[in-house]
């Protein structure tokens, strides 16, 4: 498994004569979700929880999803009340990142409170997008991700939310941005507290290896007097870095030098690039703007009238930040499709605006970052890791019902808010979120199933990925799984059909795929952008009327592939995930893990 993208610090030196800090990152990370246990269903009291808490939406779709989620967790009673929750929409036309999509939320915020949202304290979720990498989170969206977590479970908003609990009454107004995909953990002394009460922005930073940090925002702080690293540190920021070679990091001083630091001292992915007393960056994940820049940025997007282009919050707004800034970045469109001289010169008009701006840093040397944004790191978190799985709490097997197994130390498999029956057998690293399993199915190792209803014996081959979406088709109700590898690339794309057989389904060649399921190759085949094709606008996957038909039929294709035989698709009209993704029927689907919940709940008598 290659290294997987995660801030990785666990501090050793600075928490002697102390709590081993593997301790102390539990508790303080227990203490924060039985907090937020607390508040679950209850009114919040004025300035003991967030004002506002809004998620952004690439599309209406994906804000009707949203909404009608956030409906049924507060019907429920499984988020805080009294509280505004939003769902801030991105305007239709082009891609413009999560930066475009924070300029946006402050014109949402300014159109439905006027001058009131300058006394505010919110919360802003960047999740936007289809998440490719990890689709079963693509219909419902990436922060509404199921956590082996809670009763009832926790989703990734709950868990954010959590994880901030402390924030919003030592914080000036302003906004917090953040992503959905990831998790911060962190331990400071017992009456500390991280305040968000400085001019400008200001960012938390984790010490990690300087791998971690080619991937990541890596800042480049002011000079400290204190000898020692603690816990909690305030800093000033020369400049920021964004993803940053090795070699930019030693030229502008970002590197750290460790002297009593040790390989101990990094956990997860990146171990095997760490030696003895090796040297470290500090690398972002989320960040605060009081509301004086809020109302700047604002007042630049209402300038500029329409975005075309895609603007990075951390790379255009952050690397504009700090004395030490200068423009240099601007022009660097390696990442990028669009005309280089339009986004060249909107980037500099970000630069200009933000210069000048001071950049914080509050150093948490004894925390972790987790991502969570593809099907590798979801399945190693959820199963294999036993760091994840002590500071929160993770459970094997949550809300549902499922034959004991016993727990061990290695890995082992993840129910959630599943009914399986007594004669299933799931393999170790694998996962199955909200899915009725019946009698013998057999599930292989490093499987991911969500939203599916199995009854077939024919075993699950180790690797596979399945996942079921309800689907509105001319009023009437329909169901298709999408059945791949859990290692394929479904946003590898190639411009024309003749390179088709560069495309992999479940790591063999997508032309010969075609011929076990009699396809032709055609631009019918293939949905949206015609010279864009990939696996996500392949029509392969089969519509049908029942939830468990259109299991069976999917993983009929899969294992015909697995084993060299033909199944041929001809008969069964065909979508793309793209277009199941459009056509999702988000109510079905709720109802759906509404009534697992409820059969759960009878069981375990629960209500």
Partial sequence: MRALRRGLWEGGAMAAARDPPEVSLREATQ???????????????PGEFWDIVAIT??????????????????????LPLGVQYHVFVDPAGAKIGNGGSTLCALQCLEKLYGDKWNSFTIL????????????NASALGKIFTALPLGNPIYQMLELKLAMYIDFPSHMNPGILVTCADDIELYSIGEFEFIRFDKPGFTALAHPSSLTIGTTHGVFVLEPSDDLKPRDLEYRSCHRFLHKPSIEKMYQFNAVCRSGHFCQQDFAGGDIADLKL?????????LFYMDHKSAKMLLAFYEKIGTLSWEIDAYGDFLQALGPGATVEYTRNTSNVIKEESELVEMRQRIFHLLKGTSLNVVVLNNSKFYHIGTTEEYLFYFTSDNSLKSELGLQSITFSIFPDTPECSGKTSCIIQSILDSTCSVAPGSVVEYSRLGPNVSVGENCIISGSHIITKAPLPAYSFVCSLSLKMNRCLKYSTMAFGVQDNLKKSVKTLSDIKLLQFFGVCFLSCLDVWNLKVTEELFSGNKTCLSLWTARIFPVCSS??????????????????STFSLNSYRLLSIEEMLILKDVEDMITYREQIFLEVSLKSNLI
């Fill in 31 to 45: 203490r924060k979700l039985r907090r937020f246990s607390e508040l679950r269903g209850k009114v919040v009291a």
């Fill in 57 to 78: 939406a690439a599309d209406e779709k994906q804000e009707l999803a949203y909404n009608q989620q956030l409906s049924e967790k507060l019907k429920r009673k499984e």
């Fill in 124 to 135: 802003l979720i960047h999740s936007g997008g289809y998440s490719q990498r990890l689709p």
């Fill in 277 to 285: 007393d090796s040297d470290y960056v500090y690398t972002d994940s």
């Fill in 547 to 564: 939830l468990s038909d259109s299991v069976t039929t999917s993983l009929r294709m899969l294992n015909a592939v697995k084993n060299k």
